[in-house]
Each structure stands twice: as C-alpha cells, then as structure tokens.
C-alpha cells in the first residue's frame, strides 16, 4: 500500500540557511500534520492543513511557515535555520470523512550547521 | 499544560515473553488514543488504537487496556520477537475547532533479547 513520502530524506544546511521539505500524503488523503523530533524526544506538533487550509498551529516558530497545495501535497518552508532545528521532520496524513488516525511518513533528517 | 507519559523508559525482555507498555494521561476530554512504534531513523508506525467508549481492543499479538477511571492506557505485545524492538509512544488526540492534534507521551524503548 502507498505510504507518505517525504522529500528529502535527509538534508544538510549552514546556520541562517532556508529549507523546503516536502510531504506526499497516502493517496486520498486530505489532511496533513507535520511534526518535529528532536533527539530523544517526542514527536512535537507543528501545523496542519485540511483541504489546503491551515486547520490547527501548534509549537511552529515563526521562521517556519506552511502550505497545502491543490494536490494536497504539503510544503515546510524553514528560514533562518538555527543549530536548534536540527531534527526530524515527520509528515503525518489523514484519509477524509473526519478519520483520526495518522499515518506517518519516513521523515526528513535536517542537520544544520 | 495537560499531558500524556509513560511510567517506565526502558523494557527488557526475553523472546518468547509478554511485553506490557504502561502509559498515563491527563486529559479526560481525550476520546482517542493510538500507540505508534518507532524504529531508529524511521517514522512512527501505527500499531493499534482505542477510542474512549472501548476498555480493551485487540490486533494481530498486541492488545491495548485503557482505563478511564485511573486514565491509564496499556500495550500489551504477546509472544515478543527481537523485531519487536523499537520506542513505543502512546498518542492522545486533542479536538481543536477544524483539526486534530497528536500529543505523544514520552516513549518507551522495549529491548528483546534472544
């Protein structure tokens, strides 16, 4: 069966760098969550998206901002990169009809520098 | 703020056994629950899930409790097997107006020895 793809899988940035991670959602899929962990860490709400609109914001800071698109692919668009924000980024997505489980992606390692 | 843990960090056990992961949670408007499983540099899995109206669902060798009186979730994994080594996390829905958003509790690494 299809999964979430996330492109790409790992990337590599300097300090005060931008980034763009992408988010495929499972096919039929109308919602998409993006999360961020850090090393040892839970998996942290950031923001997601219904039917390209923003649906909830969680612990997103401002440097970062999102979209959902007419394909209902999602884009994390990272300005401003700080050593902190090295983690991995999980995409989650969500089939239509109110469902609440999310299936999650493989994820995005982002080590800045 | 409200919350969702895990009593213990680490749980090891011998192939073969039962394995049960423990998990707490403080809000009681919370009507959903998932346990995902985590394996090095990969995406959280769903394993299984329970909404509030249920004490006890089964799958394929895993059984999740909960217990809203003490607010108290459970994984149970029967007859583990070494690949059943990962973090577990136990997830709390949390309703807000049009979405949903996932709480994770903080994980529990389960080791299997052979």
């Known amino acids: 069966a299809a999964g979430v793809i996330q492109s790409p899988r790992h990337l590599i940035k300097e300090k005060r760098e931008t980034a763009t991670l992408k988010c495929y959602p499972i096919?039929?899929?109308?919602?998409v969550y993006w999360y961020q962990q850090g090393p040892g860490q839970d998996p942290q709400f950031l923001i997601s998206?219904?039917?390209?609109?923003?649906?909830d914001k969680g612990s997103i800071p401002d440097r970062f901002s999102a979209q959902q698109f007419s394909d209902y692919h999602s884009e994390l668009n990272m300005s401003s990169l700080e050593l902190g924000d090295s983690a991995l980024y999980f995409c989650?997505?969500?089939?239509?009809?109110?469902?609440?489980?999310?299936?999650f992606g493989p994820g995005t390692r982002l080590t800045v520098l | 703020g409200e919350s969702v843990g895990l009593h213990l960090p680490t749980l090891s056990v011998q192939e073969g056994d039962n394995s049960i992961i423990n998990c707490a949670y403080s809000?009681?408007?919370?009507?959903?629950f998932i346990w995902y499983k985590q394996e090095s540099g990969k995406g959280p899995q769903f394993i299984i899930d329970?909404?509030?109206?249920?004490d006890k669902r089964q799958g394929q060798r895993v059984t999740v409790l909960l217990n809203k009186t003490v607010k108290h979730l459970s994984l149970q994994i029967a007859a583990t097997q070494p690949g059943d080594s990962a973090v577990y996390f136990c997830?709390?829905?949390?309703?807000?107006?049009?979405?949903?958003?996932?709480?994770f509790g903080g994980g529990t690494r389960l080791m299997v020895k052979p």
């Open positions: 989650a997505s969500s089939p239509p009809s109110g469902a609440d489980t999310q299936y």
């Open positions: 096919p039929r899929h109308d919602t």
């Open positions: 998206f219904y039917e390209k609109m923003q649906s």
């Open positions: 809000n009681s408007a919370s009507d959903y």
């Open positions: 329970i909404r509030s109206n249920m």
């Open positions: 997830a709390e829905l949390a309703r807000y107006n049009a979405g949903n958003m996932l709480t």
